[in-house]
């Protein structure tokens, strides 16, 4: 018909469609029989909100970008916030990155939501105190999560209602942005494969884990470790606290059997 007829069907054919949806014509999509077989495309206008576009604002990745910019003479502490996930619908790893160090901090989370990536953050604001905070958090780069929508939960003190951290979020499908976190899961995925169930796992289990991903020595860090690169930033006590602890050289284990060795002592 379209074909035939551009005499009268003189637009696109996109355009065809969207009358055919609205109902302009006597036939529908049920007599069109490959349409009816397409599932609906996603449309990304549509999935993001009012409200989160507001949250979003003054905190793109274009902004993260004009404030290193202005604070450049500054010694910034960037760090990078992503999930991991188990079986769909299971349990989460919640990742925290410093960047500088490469050194990453995990924990487990019953479900993908706001409130328990706050619950996290209410953990790490109590164990290490406001100023270690503020220091450590000072900037927070992440994806465009629903989990990670509630940045005044971060960056506001419940205490002071002072802002102690900079939520930032990269651009739609650029995990790239962030490419640092997003390498460092390959180590994770070492010890918990794709597939794994996260549903037994114990937040113990979590700081077994990056003791012993935070104790390989890595080039971009000269050989030297994340644990022993960041000393003079976070010190052994602090780094403790945070449930990340030095495996020696020859016992640091990324085999899948880690977890599996510690569930039999």
């Known amino acids: 018909m379209y074909i035939n007829h551009p005499d009268l069907l003189y637009f696109s ?17 049920i007599d069109l029989p490959r349409k009816v077989g397409y599932k609906p495309r996603k449309d990304g206008k549509k999935r993001r909100t009012r409200e989160e576009s507001l949250i979003r604002m003054n905190r793109t990745y274009k902004d993260y970008l004009a404030y290193l910019e202005a604070h450049k003479d500054e010694d910034i502490s960037i760090v990078q916030m992503d999930t991991v996930e188990g079986i769909k619908g299971g349990k ?22 706001t409130l328990c990536v706050n619950k996290v953050f209410d953990w790490i604001r109590s164990t290490i105190g406001i100023d270690n905070f ?4 000072q900037i927070i780069l992440t994806d465009n999560g629903h989990e990670f929508f509630d940045p005044l939960s971060i960056e506001i003190d419940p205490i ?13 499908s650029a995990s790239y942005q962030k490419g640092a976190i997003e390498k460092n899961h390959e180590y994770i995925r070492y010890i918990l494969p794709k597939g794994s169930s996260f549903d037994n796992l114990t937040q113990d289990d979590c700081n077994l884990l990056m003791s012993h991903i935070n104790s390989v020595p890595r080039e971009s860090l000269r050989g030297n470790t994340p644990y022993l690169e960041i000393q003079h ?9 945070l449930g990340v ?12 059997e880690l977890l599996k060795k510690k569930d039999k002592q």
């Open 134 to 137: 503020k220091r450590i958090f």
């Open 13 to 29: 054919k996109t355009e065809f469609y969207h009358l055919i949806d609205a109902g302009i014509f006597s036939f529908r999509n």
């Open 160 to 172: 002071s209602n002072e802002q102690v951290s900079h939520v930032f979020y990269c651009d739609p």
């Open 92 to 113: 989460v790893l919640l990742t925290l990155l410093l960047v500088q160090y490469n050194l990453m901090l995990t924990f487990i989370m019953d479900s993908q939501t």
């Open 245 to 256: 602890f030095l495996i020696l050289p020859d016992e640091v284990s990324l085999s899948s």
């Open 233 to 241: 930033f976070i010190d052994e006590e602090l780094l403790n606290k």
